[in-house]
């Protein structure tokens, strides 16, 4: 995991983020209503963070300390817009959430958050399988309801967690998130 330094990574982020809008759009799954999301991945002051192996972008997001994201409680390490690679294993995810909760133990935050869409209801196919892979990797599911874009969501919570030996499966040259400073991109 790194934080997304060049335009050229900014630019590869916001590829990948197109890419898997499109994935879900030709499989009729949610797509975020707001326009332009890869131009927040261009966005410097955004500070993206990629996970990479062998050189291949694999996902990326944007981490943020502690926003004001309107349910949860205490401070929390916020994982936004989290977008991978089409068609890849759950690996991705499994690997997000040990980095996850590993780096918000080492940013003193208790709690790492994170929204995902759920079209008409997180109880209907195939949200819901996506939903029970999250929780057998340990995240929470709280309440469903409109998220910080206004989307139908599901909020999760996962606890910060330390991971010895972790960094040998996964490095991290992640910058510490900054507090969200209301830099969202053009809608």
Do not use: C, N, T
């Given at each position: 995991m790194r934080t997304l330094r060049t335009d050229t990574e900014r630019e590869e982020a916001a590829v990948l983020v197109r890419d898997r809008q499109r994935w879900l759009t030709q499989r009729d799954l949610p797509v975020p209503a707001?326009?332009?999301i890869p131009a927040l991945f261009r966005n410097p002051q955004m500070r993206p963070a990629g996970m990479f192996e062998d050189g291949k972008l694999l996902a990326c997001m944007i981490p943020q300390?502690?926003?004001?994201i309107g349910w949860g409680e205490g401070p929390c390490l916020f994982l936004g817009d989290i977008h991978t690679l089409p068609d890849q294993t759950d690996d991705i995810t499994r690997l997000i959430t040990l980095w996850a909760s590993d780096y918000a133990d080492r940013l003193d935050l208790p709690h790492v958050r994170a929204e995902t869409l759920t079209g008409e209801s997180p109880q209907t196919e195939p949200t819901a399988v996506f939903l029970r892979r999250l929780t057998d990797?340990?995240?929470h599911v709280h309440e469903s309801g409109p998220g910080r874009e206004a989307d139908l969501v599901t909020r999760l919570e996962l606890a910060a967690e330390h991971r010895p030996g972790l960094s040998a499966?996964?490095?991290c040259l992640v910058d510490?998130?900054?507090p969200d400073l209301g830099v969202r991109g053009s809608a």
């Open positions: 707001r326009a332009d300390r502690d926003p004001d990797v340990g995240w499966l996964i490095g510490e998130p900054q």
